[in-house]
């Protein structure tokens, strides 16, 4: 082999190794600042007496996270930190976002009976009135992201529901009645549960005399401000000679997007 020629294959070589020490360096300082922002968090909150005083250990475990975003352990102090001082829906985010990355964490028991607490600890700081404005805002997709798969593969819409909003201490719901018909309806919530019944007519009366009705009961629990529990179970008719009668139960979370 000519000498130039094993002349640049060492000199890709050696650029290489430059390349890769450099990066690994550099990954070596990111891990070891998030880790100097974690102990001075840890401190913190073994010196906290007051929810204010975790303020300062909440600011060091986002910037640890910030730094190193795939950090499980980031997570689960400025989870605990942000429970300490009240931000109960934050530290939600967060502990779910510790368990996401670490499934398998030997505390992920304890994690989940802490989130418990905490959903029992965000619910109590939603009055009536605040319920009244997040039941009314669920039908705006722009505003609320509906996970799991819904029957007909609409994953940012609830079936048949139009809108929704609130009208002093009601929400009006507004649905599909048949494939061409709307109609609205009233319903007050029960504090921060909301259920109704919509039919929707999936024939006319050349196909049934009863038009085929499907039955769909609504249940929906306020989880904490950015978060609600849906669930939808379906009755839908026998249609001589297409269907059988059916029922179908679907449980969905409706996340609210960043604002």
Sequence with gaps: MPAIRISHIILIVLLFYIV???????AQSIYDEAARHAARGKAAVDAGKSPADYETAITEFKAAAKLVPNWPNAYYNLGVAQDKAG?????????????????????AGEVGQLLHKIG?????????DDA????????DSGKWQLNGKTPDDLPNKIRWILSSR??????????????KEALTMYVKPSGKTLFFVNIYYLCDKSVQDDECPEVSRYSL????????????????PEIKPYLAAEVHQHTY?????PD
């Design 87 to 107: 931000h109960y829906e934050e530290a939600a985010e967060s502990l779910e976002k510790y368990l996401a990355l670490a499934p398998n964490a030997p505390n």
């Design 20 to 26: 890769l020490l450099t990066h690994s360096a550099k």
């Design 253 to 257: 979370e409706l996340i609210k997007k």
């Design 132 to 139: 009244l404005d997040i039941f009314g805002s669920l039908a």
């Design 120 to 128: 029992v600890k965000t619910q109590k700081t939603i009055s009536d």
């Design 166 to 179: 609130r009208v002093g201490r009601q929400i009006d719901i507004s649905y599909m009645h048949n494939h």
């Design 221 to 236: 629990e306020i989880i904490s401000r950015r978060k609600v529990k849906l669930t939808v179970k379906k009755f839908t």
